[in-house]
């Protein structure tokens, strides 16, 4: 295993690590919840990368390095804030849910993906902030600026 596919798992463990047990992405509102949790890993991953260069670049004090780091932490969260991933996602989930309460008598089977697709909502909708905290953390904030919560 090389640095880069290290790295991966690490975050693969780190945000939304239940993903492996979700319904498959047969239907639009599953591969709508998988996008939003592999969107949060890469923007972490490119947030990691950029952060790892700053840090690589001799040119660069200690200080200069810091104010860098916590730029691009700043433009990586705002970014993180503006994708539209997330939402799309949950009105996807919403609209599954609200048919399935509409159609009263759905099987057994129904139920559970329904339930299970809810729940791997509630997990992305929770590790997507960590992810955020995540990049902050790494550029040496202590919060993440500007995080709505």
Known sequence: MNDKEFSELQ???MIVPRQVR?????????Q?????????????SKAYMQMDEIDRNPDLSRDGKCR?????????????????????????????VAKHKRDQQVSPEVAKDRDA?????QEVEQDWPKAMDKIAKR????????IRR
């Open 11 to 13: 975050l693969r463990m």
């Open 22 to 30: 979700w319904p498959a992405p047969e239907y639009l509102h599953c």
């Open 32 to 44: 709508r919840l998988h996008a939003a949790a592999n969107e949060a890993r890469e923007r972490v």
């Open 68 to 96: 860098q780091r916590s730029k691009a932490a700043a433009q990586a969260i705002a970014n993180f804030e503006a994708s539209k991933t997330l939402a799309s996602a949950h009105e996807a989930v919403e609209r599954v």
């Open 117 to 121: 697709t809810v729940k791997a909502m």
């Open 139 to 146: 550029a040496g904030l202590s919060k993440s600026p500007g």
